[in-house]
Nanobody
Framework: QVQLAESGGGLVQAGGSLSVSCAAS????????MGWYRQAPGKQRELVAT???????NYADSVKGRFTISRDNPKKAVHLQMNSLKPEDTAVYYC??????????????WGKGTLVTVSS
């Protein structure tokens, strides 16, 4: 009974900014790491950024300095602020969360994805 709901995708011009958010709902014990992945048509899904429960972040080299990941633990949410967007950032962005169930086992969950399109 865990769901991840993404929001905030859309169309933006190159050089512009956009943010995407993801909120977890359902009955579970806690959330460990959360992150964002993206997949462009015909390409492999790739890691964009991750953040631990304590706030330690990791970014793909391609987005360092442009994207910022953050989380709100009470709201069970993760946010990705994307600045200086490039056409190559165009992809479906997927939220990922490592959920700790009430049984204390852990399992990765994925959102349905939100499309980000950057025009040149």
């Amino acid at each position: 009974q865990v769901q991840l709901a993404e929001s905030g995708g859309g169309l933006v011009q190159a050089g512009g900014s956009l943010s995407v958010s993801c909120a977890a709902s359902g009955r579970f014990f806690s959330i460990n790491a959360m992150g964002w992945y993206r997949q462009a048509p015909g390409k492999q899904r790739e890691l964009v950024a991750t953040i631990t429960r304590s706030g330690l972040t990791n970014y793909a080299d391609s987005v360092k300095g442009r994207f910022t990941i953050s989380r709100d633990n009470p709201k069970k949410a993760v946010h990705l602020q994307m600045n200086s967007l490039k056409p190559e950032d165009t992809a479906v962005y997927y939220c990922n969360a490592e959920i700790v169930h009430l049984t204390l086992n852990t399992q990765a969950y994925w959102g349905k994805g939100t499309l980000v399109t950057v025009s040149s």
